[in-house]
């Protein structure tokens, strides 16, 4: 349900960032956003407590809930050197990968092809705004047929938006474009859920936040190294295509990777 706060922030930008590059520019856009999050940042921090909500609410000689110990410690050095840890970091590293060869021009390939800027925009910003209901749909379903069937399944509805997005090839084909606005958007950051619930599942301990961290390092790099991808593969090409289609394909991977989590993870000991 957290997590699903993506969905509506990017409904919003889309048409929002559109409306102001054309009025003001882009230059000007990328610093009137920046005000508007120096604006905002400061009350969202000062809105949660400076401390944790066990310390400030237990009573008289009440003790402060802890997690039960677990079987095995966990730390980051034990985890690396299980096969989960480096599953967990590809297939983050293969989600952002897909995600961003694609998100991240959307925009300007819609454009390309033909479509009116804000019209372009509306509809990819309404698709990302069902990311909320799939994101949190995931998530709960994840409770119920498990972390893997539940991010395959994720994987498979992005796949099939990016399919849409390749057989569109005018600004007549407006159905093709709901279609991958709608499919894309909704598995909008919907592997999110699973990945962190499964890195729980696998590495559970006082040291979760860290191991957390460290595998969270393969989205930013997924994330950069895509973007920057499908930027470069335009440039050199004059299309999207490729981008489009490296994007199915480390989606599939990265379903494959998350498929091979379903064991749980042992330690170098054997633990």
Not at 94 to 121: C, E, K, N, R
Not at 240 to 246: H, K, N, T
Request: net charge positive; charged share 10%.
């Amino acid at each position: 349900m957290v997590q699903s706060a993506n969905g509506f922030g990017r409904a919003a930008s889309a048409p929002l960032v559109q409306l102001l590059i054309s009025a003001i520019g882009w230059r000007r856009s990328y610093l009137a956003l920046a005000a508007m999050m120096a604006a905002a940042v400061v009350p969202i921090v000062r809105a949660f407590p400076t401390r944790e909500p066990a310390a400030v609410d237990a009573g008289p000689g009440a003790r402060p809930l802890r997690p039960a110990p677990s079987a095995h410690v966990w730390t980051v050095a034990t985890a690396m050197r299980t096969p989960h840890f480096w599953l967990l970091f590809a297939v983050y590293l293969l989600t952002g990968l897909g995600s961003f060869l694609v998100s991240l021009h959307q925009l300007a390939w819609a454009i390309d092809v033909g479509f009116d800027p804000l019209y372009a925009a509306s509809v990819l910003g309404t698709g990302s705004l069902l990311a909320v209901a799939g994101t949190i749909g995931t998530g709960t379903i994840s409770d119920y047929i498990g972390r893997e069937v539940s991010a395959i399944l994720a994987y498979v509805v992005s796949i099939v938006g990016v399919i849409c997005a390749l057989f569109i090839t005018s600004p007549d084909q407006h159905a093709l474009l709901w279609l991958h606005a709608c499919f894309f958007g909704l598995t909008w950051g919907a592997r999110g859920p699973q990945i962190t619930a499964k890195t729980a599942d696998l590495f559970q301990g006082p040291h979760l936040g860290a191991i957390l961290g460290v595998i969270s390092i393969g989205t930013g790099l997924g994330a950069g190294g895509g973007a920057w991808a499908a930027g470069l593969i335009f440039d050199l090409s004059g299309s999207y295509r490729l981008a489009f289609q490296l994007s199915i394909a480390s989606y599939a991977v990265g379903s494959g990777a998350f498929w091979m989590l379903r064991r749980p993870a042992r330690s170098a000991s054997g633990i």
